[in-house]
């Protein structure tokens, strides 16, 4: 290599013009370039020294001082790779080699971030917002046990088919809540009503009938006058002692129908000089 580089320097292997480099491609770094300038100058000097030097300037070890000046040029390339900005690329790194104080302020971003690389437990406490959450993101499965407070629901957002059954207790029904209009046909049975609490008003027109009405429940309070006519008597319905006294007059009596039976004794004599039988009325 020091072969190689002599011969750059003598003019003998060269790339192109004002390159340093050899046509193998052989670089030479900034200290080195330094080094063989300074090695070059010195021997320039070295050659030149007979010709106008003094006897004092002879006795001068020309070695040593070529070999301060290479220490310096060593020191000088050793400052210029610590200084030196070093790019590194992905195929230079060790596996994982990377860590967390190797990386700048915001040097990680979306683009940087793999599929899936960012875990749970990457994320900060209050990290994701609603703003961070894709529409329909939050699962069932992602809610927590009476994490649905009621001020997380919207307004209308509970729906029928919501409602688990039997969910709606009466200490959820607001007074006044269930209208007629809720009410399922015949949902309102016997024992569904209050005692006593079907009023007159409730009661439609023709609604109460002979099934309806409890044996011997109406009495005379209850009928009308003159409301129970000849049809509403049944079959000897009327007793004597059903009977007013003097209710019976003759245009009640049927032809025929009073027999000798039916006669008190002294009631029926022969009219004095006429053949005529009359009625007497008891004494």
Known sequence: MIDARAAALRGEVRGPPGSLKSRNALSITPGEMIRLRVLATLLAAVAALPLFASPAA??????????????????????AKRNKVVKVDSKTLVDGGVTADDLAAGAVTAGKLAAGAVGVAA???????SAKLAAGAVTAAALANGAVTTAKLADGAVTSAKLADGAVTS????????????????????AKLEDGGVEHADLADDAVDAAKIEDGSVGAAELGDDSVHAAELAAG???????????????????GTVTAADL????????AGKKKIVLVKPV
Do not use: H, M, P, Y
């Not at 319905?237 to 032809?255: E, I, Q």
């Open 123 to 129: 994320l900060a406490n209050g990290s994701v917002t």
């Open 264 to 271: 008190a004794d002294g009631v029926v004599k022969l009219a």
């Open 171 to 190: 200490a959820k029904l607001k007074d006044g809540a269930v209208t007629a209009a809720k009410l399922g046909d015949g949902a309102v049975t016997s």
């Open 237 to 255: 319905a009327v007793t004597t002692g059903k009977l007013a006294d003097n209710a019976v007059t003759g245009a009640k009596l049927a032809d």
């Open 58 to 79: 002879a006795r001068i070890d020309v070695v040593q001082t070529a070999l301060r000046a290479l220490r310096v040029a060593e020191r000088a390339e050793k400052a």
